[in-house]
């Protein structure tokens, strides 16, 4: 629906089973496979997907920690780890190394950009804390 109703493309399909995190979406603050999430089930909700993320005159605070730290290579999967990583610093602005991991878990990068995904993380709960 999101593809092809409303052309927003961030949130790909890869797996088809929400098991990769490339179709995350947040509905109603909250992550969900978009591959497998019913959009009548969304009728009503608030829905935030990467283009929204954004304002026109800036990047969100996330979205520079990810360019800043070179957290992708291809980009397939940067969307989902981009809305997990909101969703993160939304419930726990500074998270342990072990909580990252834990919770980011869910998603996969197939490049193996793991190290610069963990330290755009952490910058970007830096860069949310001088907001």
């Known amino acids: 629906m999101l593809r092809d109703r409303f052309a927003l493309y961030g949130a790909r399909e890869s797996c088809g089973q929400g098991l990769c995190g490339c179709c995350t979406v947040l509905v109603d603050r909250h992550a969900v496979s978009g591959c ?65 991991r834990h919770y980011l878990s869910g998603n996969l990068c197939r490049c193996g950009s793991y190290p610069q995904i963990l330290d755009a993380v952490r910058l970007a709960a830096q860069k949310r804390k001088t907001i």
């Open 36 to 100: 497998l999430y019913l959009a009548a089930f969304a009728d009503g909700a608030d829905i935030l997907t990467i283009e929204h993320l954004a304002t026109p005159d800036r990047l969100d605070p996330v979205q520079e920690a990810f360019i800043e730290a070179g957290a992708f290579q291809c980009g397939f999967c940067t969307p989902g780890f981009v809305l997990m990583t909101k969703q993160l610093l939304d419930a726990n602005p500074d998270p342990s190394e072990e909580e990252i």
